[in-house]
């Protein structure tokens, strides 16, 4: 049996970011996957609660679907 997970949405893929910026204190630029990955998920997120799905790892929908387009991500 599976279990369930109380984790808020895309936690995981913040605690990666996190850790990778903690590391790379003075070069946040190696952590630029693990930022692509967070907001990928929380997009996802996002498409599939139709904009009302909630997560303290995630920033507000609109802020999510301007930095994938500012990096050339497909929001559709």
Do not use: F, I
Not at 7 to 23: E, F, H, Y
Not at 31 to 49: A, G, P
């Amino acid at each position: 049996m599976k279990k369930e997970s109380t984790d808020p949405p895309c936690q995981a893929q913040a605690c990666a970011l996190q850790s990778c910026l903690n590391k790379n204190t003075y070069s946040p630029e190696k952590c630029d996957e693990h930022l692509r990955k967070l907001y990928r998920c929380c997009w996802s997120m996002y498409k599939e609660t139709d904009g009302r799905g909630e997560s303290t790892a995630c920033p507000m929908p609109n802020v999510v679907r301007r930095w994938l387009k500012s990096h050339s991500e497909n929001t559709d």
